[in-house]
């Protein structure tokens, strides 16, 4: 297409500085002039300052493509013919129709070979350089797309054209169709998912693929060409080539009926289909929230009273609220049903955003199949879970940020870290087999003493609690205005003496070694650790050796086989459960003379260990 194309704003002067190697800036959107705003934009600034970092000497205005450039783009240069790199920024809306134009202006008239797309903050979207690559090579689809844009978005095709032209075409029309529609009109391919989002006006929503095909079949309709089932499901399954990856949720952003709070800098903004959030909860926040009444009663209530554990229970909703992920702890609330736990987890789903947290029993967890359901969480429950005793694996990754495997139905297995905050509920403590003290420094435990009497219960509490959400954010933040005093206030948790307690009620190691204190060193004067090898069946005989009076314990207790440790297993508990039950000295074994492995371990009172054992 041979014509004179008119120059788009500012591309003189970046023409006058930027090479053809160079890159090559280009704001986009609704809000594009105001982004730059003559070099004094917000976004500008933010991306020269922070994510560019181009000195003020070395700065040009980018080429703005606002709503009236938009509908003129087959008429203007907006990147020099031979430039190479160009990268976008979508400040403000931008519709797939008007994107499809504007890579069909650069495959006409530059000869760009990379072309990628970025949010108003720098945050990569997608590359475009493959997609203008084959509008080069053939595909006209764009073309008619594009040269719709000027002329209200409307697409004028007859039956014939729709009824044979390719699945490509079809899907372009039918995605330039849907961008007239008044709401959903906004669709995202979640790779990872594999699944369609459409954009509600205020956060993205799962769009199965039987939704989508009824919203292909309008399509048909509106143009009245008849269609098959199949055909309907080829353009469906083209939209995940199509249309644009669904970006990375910004963690950061909570959203609510009438807008976004960035938790980070406290600044409410509009709902915005950049930020990929995926639910919002719904009441209105206000900068000046009204109080918070029954939240103060259900948070005495679990309380008791005690104001460190007050503080306890809000920095486990803090680190929920802002996502500590780094922080490798995990939560978990033991004890009474009809204690509270319950609603603390409710009361997490509403600061994570409902959308953003997941339930998933234990049992699950250790599926890499079912466990696909967590990704994307940035909060995980596990509620009413019976006893637990077994691996500690998955909780550790959990927390500590590392990879973790899954295995979806009809796809390959990959290998991804899960940043989310995990709490568990349950009446009993989880016990963690040959887990060498590394979860004991991860779980914060909230014992449940008190249970609601059916007379105080309220059965409208969570939506009671739901209205007040403005106000318990506000309350935490004020709370914690820094994030250390939260975690220090988790941290003292772990070692209350509630916790302590709970933890030697319901993990026998740590109620077993209370019968012993420890040397400076292993030496014969401590216990011989043993082994299963020639155990005696005299409950005396049996508390001569460490080993053996761990067997005698758990005979004593009702302990079975399959929580009792093995030699070796309890060998590597020991060292951290002395550590976690408050020994200021260290549990050690040193093979001495005559080849016995002897401990620094000796009884408190050997005689009343007995006695205490066997009554």
């Known amino acids: 297409m041979n014509k004179k194309l008119k120059n788009a704003p500012h591309f003189k002067a970046q023409a006058e500085k930027v090479s053809n190697f160079s890159d090559w800036f280009i704001f986009v959107g609704d809000e594009a002039f105001q982004g730059y705003d003559k070099s004094n934009g917000t976004d500008y600034l933010n991306l020269m300052d922070h994510v560019f970092k181009i000195p003020n000497n070395k700065r040009t205005p980018p080429v703005i493509l606002g709503n009236k450039q938009l509908t ?14 160009i990268k976008l920024f979508q400040i403000g809306a931008l519709s797939e129709s008007q994107k499809t134009a504007i890579c069909l202006n650069l495959a006409q008239y530059t000869a760009v070979t990379k072309c990628e797309l970025y949010d108003r903050t720098g945050g990569f979207i997608e590359s475009l350089g493959d997609y203008i690559e084959r509008v080069r090579t053939g595909d006209t689809a764009a073309e008619i797309v594009a040269e719709t844009v000027g002329n209200g978005l409307q697409v004028t095709l007859t039956a014939d054209e729709m009824r044979n032209a390719p699945v490509n075409k079809i899907t372009a029309y039918f995605l330039q169709w849907l961008s007239t529609q008044p709401i959903n009109n906004k669709l995202a391919y979640h790779a990872l998912h594999n699944r369609l989002y459409c954009f509600n006006g205020k956060t993205w929503d799962y769009l199965p693929d039987t939704h989508a095909h009824r919203l292909i079949k309008d399509f048909f309709n509106a143009y009245g060409v008849g269609h098959s089932m199949q055909k309907v499901k080829n353009i469906c399954e083209y939209l995940s080539v199509e249309l644009p990856f669904f970006g990375e949720t910004a963690p950061h952003f909570l959203a609510f009926n009438n807008g976004v709070l960035n938790k980070d800098t406290l600044e409410f903004l509009p709902h915005n289909p950049d930020y990929w959030l995926i639910g919002f909860n719904e009441c209105d926040y206000s900068d000046n929230p009204p109080p918070t009444p029954h939240f103060d009663k259900w948070l005495d209530f679990i309380s008791s009273g005690n104001e460190q554990r007050k503080l306890g229970f809000l920095a486990g909703l803090y680190m929920i609220l802002f996502n500590r992920n780094d922080w490798q702890l995990t939560l978990e609330l033991i004890g009474e049903a009809g204690g509270g736990k319950s609603v603390f987890l409710e009361v997490g789903k509403m600061l994570a955003g409902s959308n953003n947290s997941e339930p998933i029993s234990l049992k699950a967890l250790n599926d890499e199949r079912q466990i696909v359901k967590i990704l994307n969480k940035s909060f995980i429950y596990s509620s009413d879970e019976s006893k637990y005793i077994g691996d500690s694996s998955i909780f550790k990754k959990l927390s500590s940020g590392e990879a973790v495997d899954f295995n979806p139905k009809n796809k390959p297995a990959f290998s991804v870290a899960v940043k989310a905050i995990f709490a568990l509920a349950s009446n009993t403590l989880p016990i963690y087999k040959n887990d060498g003290g590394g979860m004991d420094r991860r779980r914060v435990i909230f014992p449940f003493y008190r249970a609601v009497t059916p007379e105080q219960r309220d059965p409208q509490l969570i939506s009671k609690l739901q209205g007040e959400l403005a106000g318990i954010v506000r309350k935490i933040i004020t709370t ?7 975690k220090l206030a988790l941290y003292e948790q772990q070692r209350n003496d509630e916790v302590l307690k709970l933890k030697r009620d319901n993990d026998h190691i740590l109620d077993f070694i209370q019968a012993f204190e420890l040397l400076d060193r292993a030496s014969n004067k401590g216990l011989v650790y043993g082994g299963l090898n020639s155990v005696p069946t005299n409950p005396l005989l049996m508390l001569d050796k460490f080993y053996w009076a761990y067997l005698f314990y758990c005979e004593a207790h009702g302990i079975d086989d399959r929580q009792r440790l093995k030699p070796k297993y309890l ?6 459960a002395f550590k976690s039950a ?3 000295i260290n549990f050690h074994i040193n093979t001495l003379g005559g080849r016995q492995r002897h401990t620094n371990a000796i009884y408190k009172d050997k005689e009343g260990t007995y006695k205490q054992w066997t009554n």
């Open 72 to 85: 003129e783009l087959q008429g203007l240069q907006i990147a020099p013919t031979e430039q190479r790199y």
């Open 571 to 576: 060998e590597q508990e020991l060292k951290h």
């Open 480 to 486: 914690f205005p820094i994030a250390d005093g939260a």
């Open 582 to 584: 408050g020994y200021s």
